[in-house]
């Protein structure tokens, strides 16, 4: 497709289990960025990749959040020992990575995460 | 580090009304700026961009907004609010490009 794409788009789970959270940005884009949108709030930056390296990972809240980008394509946010605060929507984001005055962040429709 | 306030979490206009939503910045740097629209259960689009070229910049759907320096503010205005203006309005900011921080949201309602 010619936009980003997350799955799945609803994820129930509950607490302290695993879940993997999955983004495919649009083809050709070298940065990926991965946002929390908790009920009622902006998006809260988590991660970006440049190709397949976390160049900042600054927003992730703590060590149960992790993000993979193996071959610099497709990403993985990964959330151990869910918990109820976890619950949110996830939201995928990519951009060329060029020049920051040309540079646009797209983003895809988002992963909303229930931690029950 | 940079950072944006809107002013106002929910806006209620009715049809055929000025659209004015109201976003101030927080930057060391000269800014990027950006309005984002979100309609229920869909992605961000991107609304207009501000890259230093003009002070008042155009977007999509009729909305334009103007980069105020003396005000540190970047409001979003529209002349005549349709009923499919009805969204979640973000402001955001960015000093490199791969570091934009989002505003809190106006929800913006439109009366018939």
């Known amino acids: 497709g010619a936009g980003v794409s997350q799955t799945p788009s609803n994820k129930v789970t509950e607490k302290g289990k695993y879940v993997e959270l999955r983004c495919d940005p649009i083809?050709?884009?070298?940065?990926l960025y991965w946002y929390r949108q908790s009920l009622g709030q902006g998006p809260e930056f988590l991660i970006y990749?440049?190709?397949?390296?976390?160049?900042?990972d600054s927003g992730l809240p703590n060590d149960r959040f992790f993000a993979v980008r193996p071959e610099g394509s497709v990403s993985t946010l990964k959330i151990q020992r869910t918990e109820r605060g976890d619950s949110a929507v996830y939201l995928c984001?990519?951009?060329?990575?060029?020049?920051?005055?040309?540079?646009?962040?797209?983003f895809g429709p988002g992963t909303r995460l229930t931690v029950l | 580090a940079q950072s944006v306030t809107q002013l106002g979490s929910h806006v209620s206009v009715s049809e055929g009304a000025l659209v004015l939503l109201r976003c101030n910045y927080s930057?060391?740097?000269?800014?990027?700026l950006f309005w984002y629209v979100q309609y229920p259960n869909q992605g961000l689009q991107l609304l207009l961009k501000y890259t230093s070229a003009a002070t008042l910049v155009k977007g999509i759907n009729g909305f334009e907004a103007e980069f105020k320096k003396s005000e540190t503010s970047f409001h979003l205005t529209k002349p005549s609010a349709h009923m499919s203006d009805a969204a979640e309005y973000f402001c955001a900011v960015s000093v490199r490009g791969n570091d934009m921080r989002f505003g809190a949201g106006t929800r913006l309602t439109v009366k018939p």
């Open positions: 990749f440049q190709g397949t390296g976390a160049a900042d």
């Open positions: 083809s050709g884009h070298t940065a």
């Open positions: 930057s060391s740097v000269p800014p990027y």
């Open positions: 984001a990519s951009s060329t990575g060029l020049a920051a005055s040309t540079d646009t962040q797209y």
